[in-house]
């Protein structure tokens, strides 16, 4: 299907597929049968996990903090929700 060099979360979500990487950048691509290049759309700096949850993107970081934002556009914003406590994947993620 294609690269993902330095990827440290995925997520899919409206038929696309998104993907953090190690250099703090925050991706996305359609998810066909091709080759086709990933398309950046912002920052995504020290993540650990990520996952997809009613149109919004939520990662986890190295500092404990659960983060969401909009899938689309480059200037949108993370909100930070709160602590992420013991989260080794975004199953089991809870917000404090």
Request: glycine share 14%; proline share 6%; aromatic share 6%.
């Given at each position: 299907?294609?690269?993902a060099t330095l990827v440290?979360?995925?997520?899919a979500m409206n038929g696309k597929l998104f993907c953090a990487t190690r250099?703090?950048?925050?991706?996305?691509?359609e998810p066909d049968g091709f080759d086709l290049p990933w398309q950046q759309i912002g920052?995504?700096?020290?993540?650990?996990?990520m996952?997809?949850?009613?149109n919004k993107l939520f990662v986890t970081t190295k500092a404990n903090q659960l983060w969401?934002?909009?899938?689309?556009?480059?200037?949108?914003?993370?909100?930070?929700?709160?602590?992420?406590i013991?989260?080794?994947?975004?199953?089991?993620v809870r917000a404090s």
């Open positions: 299907m294609g690269h440290v979360g995925m997520a250099d703090g950048d925050l991706w996305w691509r920052p995504a700096i020290d993540v650990t996990a996952a997809a949850l009613n969401q934002r909009d899938p689309v556009g480059e200037d949108s914003p993370w909100e930070l929700l709160g602590h992420a013991g989260v080794v994947a975004m199953v089991g």
